[in-house]
């Protein structure tokens, strides 16, 4: 009797396995590429690049 109760409690602890579906691969795969493509972004700018203003937001008299 108590070598039942032990396998029935072995297997209510056990998880079954569970098979994840493609598209959390293919989530998990754009998720690593954007990540790519953003730290390639940064390392080909660099820390030195500066964007400046368009002409059009800058005033038409820079003197006053």
Do not use: C, K, W
């Not at 691969?25 to 030195?48: D, Q, W």
Request: charge should be neutral.
């Amino acid at each position: 009797m108590a070598e039942d109760a032990i396998t029935r409690a072995r297997r209510l602890l056990e998880t079954p396995p569970t098979r994840s579906g493609a598209a959390a691969v293919l989530g998990a795969a754009a998720l690593a590429a954007s990540a790519a493509v953003l730290m390639a972004g940064v390392m080909v700018l660099g820390p030195g690049v500066r964007f400046d203003e368009p002409a059009a937001a800058q005033p038409l008299f820079p003197n006053g």
